[in-house]
């Protein structure tokens, strides 16, 4: 199994799948879908640095469901599942259920 550990303020996000049937019950197929914007953290660096060098605590922990920019992140498959490796400052927002 392979072990990803982001550096700096990156985030490792595994995005959620949206809902594929319309609330009329029309099916909507993968290529019409949209791209997710909302994933769960998976794991996440220590922080970026600040002008003097102290490392600034990251925000969101691992576990947290969060929305990110749409085209934010870079694609990576890691276990053959697609994952997005973000910058902190391209999570919107933390997703409380």
Do not use: C, F, R
């Not at 605590?57 to 085209?71: A, Q, R, S, T």
């Amino acid at each position: 199994m392979a072990k990803i550990k982001p550096l700096a303020d990156y985030l490792l996000i595994e995005p959620l799948a949206k809902e594929t049937t319309t609330p009329s019950g029309i099916v909507i197929p993968d290529t019409a879908k949209e791209k997710p914007q909302e994933g769960k953290i998976i794991a996440t660096g220590p922080g970026k640095k600040d002008d003097k060098g102290n490392t600034v605590p990251m925000e969101v922990k691992v576990g947290d469901i969060v929305m990110y920019k749409k085209w934010g992140g870079t694609e990576i498959k890691v276990e053959g599942k697609e994952h997005l490796l973000v910058k902190e400052e391209d999570v919107l927002a933390i997703v409380e259920k």
